[in-house]
């Protein structure tokens, strides 16, 4: 299984570089054409904002990954070394409860809803359901790193547990 997360890991780090590269180039040639070719080109709005909902939500999934999420750190300072393990596969379910529910479930009711509709984009002419994909995306990958999480945590309870049989 860590093979596997290391995999996604790497491929969610070239994904998300490639797409801020684009991001910056598309940001790059919207700035040269507004305001040196005085023609400002049609599509590197729309684009961007795209790009920018790619990152975020990948980004996210990816941060996830590697626990350096946005946490709130009241309570954990004050818990025992298991406690924290407890409350860490909470978390863990937590999340993949919402990703499952939000992500997945509502993201792709939302895919299947704009390609049935045939909804497209007005500058790139692009179906919104693919530019909606994302939300199922980070939600599978969110979910994976979240049940790949608390598989480690309650290998690491069981361990303790064979170390201070109670």
């Known amino acids: 299984m860590k093979s596997l997360i290391a995999i996604l890991d790497q491929a969610l780090e070239k994904t ?3 797409l801020m590269g684009v991001l910056v180039l598309d940001v790059l040639w919207q700035v040269i054409s507004r305001f040196i070719l005085q023609d400002p080109s049609a599509f590197t709005d729309e684009l961007a904002r795209f790009l920018l909902i790619w990152l975020s939500l990948l980004g996210g999934a990816y941060m996830m990954g590697k626990k350096q999420h ?4 009241l309570i954990t300072p004050r818990l025992s070394p298991k406690q924290l ?5 909470l978390i863990n379910a ?3 409860i919402f990703s499952t529910s939000v992500l997945i479930i509502g993201g ?3 895919v ?15 179906p919104l359901g693919y530019i909606y994909m994302v ?9 994976l790193y979240g049940l790949f999480f608390i598989l480690e945590d309650s290998a690491k309870l069981k361990s303790q547990r064979n170390l201070n049989p109670e």
Do not use: E, H, K, N
């Open 135 to 143: 939300l199922p995306l980070s939600g599978i990958i969110m979910s």
């Open 112 to 126: 299947f809803v704009t390609l049935y509709l045939s909804q497209t984009s007005a500058a790139l002419g692009v």
């Open 70 to 73: 946005l946490a709130i750190d």
């Open 108 to 110: 792709s009711r939302l």
């Open 85 to 89: 393990i407890v409350l860490d596969i």
């Open 16 to 18: 998300l570089i490639f």
């Open 94 to 96: 937590i999340i993949i």
